[in-house]
């Protein structure tokens, strides 16, 4: 069975940092492009930040840009999202996502969920002072 399983998320106050990890499981991460993903209540789902398979290219949403840093470790089977200076707009449940077949990570930023091909359950960001 494929799985993600996301993990970091938590409180932390406004400037904060944390570090969010994607670990997969029933299949490796050598061939998945992964993204980032976020949702906060009554807002849509944005993709936050996206990593190709090698890690070469990446992409950032605007309201990130600067702040968070995705990274990959394909031999731990498990992707990363540094997350500083953070503010409570960040506030927000975060996925993590993987699929074969996208080819670029600004295409797998703007894919809707519903054509990826894993997903996980979501960690918990909590902004707040």
């Known amino acids: 069975q494929l799985q993600l399983v996301e993990s970091g998320g938590g409180l932390v106050h406004p400037g904060g940092s944390l570090r969010l990890s994607c670990a997969a499981s029933?299949?490796?991460?050598?061939?998945?492009?992964i993204g980032w993903f976020r949702q906060a209540p009554g807002k849509e789902r944005e993709g936050v930040s996206c990593?190709?398979?090698?890690?070469?290219?990446?992409n950032y949403a605007d309201s990130v840009w600067g702040r968070f840093t995705i990274s990959r470790d394909n031999a731990r089977n498990t992707v990363y999202l540094q997350m500083n200076s953070l503010k409570p707009d960040d506030t927000a449940v975060y996925y993590c996502a993987a699929d074969s077949g996208i080819t670029t990570a600004q295409a797998m930023c703007n894919t809707p969920r519903e054509f990826l091909e894993v997903w996980g359950q979501g960690t918990l960001v909590t902004v707040s002072s």
């Open positions: 990593i190709s398979t090698s890690g070469v290219d990446t």
């Open positions: 029933g299949f490796t991460l050598d061939y998945y492009i």
